[in-house]
């Protein structure tokens, strides 16, 4: 059953005037579902420029399988065919629908990357999603970049993105006074670049050999081999090693950078990183999990520092595993320990009490808090 309800999820709704002659009939809203399926497979005689509209509408149908055999259409097209069509199109909301249901298919996300025809946010949007050749023809348009720094941000946060890319679009930023300051890692750029510190003494990897590290920071397997064209136009294969391995090579920009990409097991080694803006960005990443912190809590490892950044932040500590662990963690700075310990439960607080791994005052507080309690009763 159709779900007339369903509310509209992702991107630019599109209107049915986008529908040409009888598609109206056949592809919109109160369309039978058997005339719906029918457009979707292309399973009708109608030219590209009529029916390619149609496919990107019914990628937003109610039906969950319309939605994806009209996907699927699209994505078979021949881009002989399907390249005129995006090229000559003239409604935003279509090529946002396009970006969407092409984000995979990389001739037909390239051509939609360099058409001025997409709105700023499409790009944006494509720019999270899209491979490496359509995340640099995006990059290379500088003034969408700076009239619209949230493409910059979203190149950042795609694993696919070029190192270097990402280095000549902070650098960009920061010569045109564009504030990306909420953005890990663009303010100790933008730090070096002006000369406010020290300009980053580790060469770090290649291209190809952070792009062999992503793969694995993402889990795609322990090794990963990456195909790179070298100026030669010969392809080269780097094979990578270890993750640990590369981390150590790496400079420090490139470091925050896979921080923010990269997954749990990348995270956990990055956050005993010698370099604090290294551990501070694994703090930032979008994808941190409530289990990461609190493990991170525990870890007798880690500075001072990065345990009081963890709990300072409310949300984070919120979490009462989190905050036993920074009670029951020796190096938590004493104060936020005394902070958090009344908020255990008089068990942990007891098993706190007579622990020779905590601070001795937090047990010592701890056992006198206890005290108290038995002679209340």
Known sequence: MTNESAPFVSGTQLQP?????????????DAPLAARERVA???????????????????????????????????????A????????????ALFDAAARALVRVPKAARALALNAGCADDTLRWLAT????????????????????PAIIEAIYLNPLAPQ?????LFDLAVRAGTNLDHVPG???????????????????????????????????????????????GAVAEKEAGSLAALLSKMSVAQKIRIAMVGDASTRKLLIRDPKKMVAYAVLKSPRLTESEITA???????????????????????????????????????????QFLRTLTQKDMKDCSGSRDV????????KRILTELNERK
């Open 186 to 232: 663009f303010r100790e750029t933008k730090a070096m670049l002006l000369g406010e510190e020290p300009a980053d003494d580790e060469k770090g990897l290649s291209d190809a050999e952070f792009a062999s590290a992503i793969l694995m920071a993402i889990g795609q397997g322990e090794r990963a081999t990456q195909k790179v064209e070298v100026a030669e």
């Open 129 to 148: 999603a899209a491979d490496a050749d359509t995340v640099q023809a995006i990059g290379r348009n500088h003034v969408r970049a700076l009239r619209y």
């Open 164 to 168: 270097s890319l990402v280095h000549d």
């Open 41 to 79: 497979r292309a399973a009708l005689a109608a030219p590209p420029d009529v029916l390619v509209p149609a496919l990107l509408y019914l990628t937003q149908d109610l039906e969950p399988e319309i939605r994806k055999t009209a996907k699927e259409s699209l994505a078979a097209m021949p881009i």
């Open 81 to 92: 065919v399907l390249g005129p069509v995006l090229a000559g199109m003239k409604e935003p």
């Open 296 to 338: 991170f809590a525990a870890n007798k490892a880690l500075s001072e520092d990065i345990l009081a950044s963890i709990a300072r932040n409310r949300q984070w500590t919120k979490d009462y595993a989190t905050r036993k662990a920074l009670v029951f963690n020796p190096k938590t700075p004493l104060s936020l320990s005394m």
């Open 359 to 366: 601070n001795p005052n937090v047990a010592r507080t701890a």
């Open 17 to 29: 005037h986008v529908l040409e002659g009888p598609l109206l009939g056949l592809a919109g809203r």
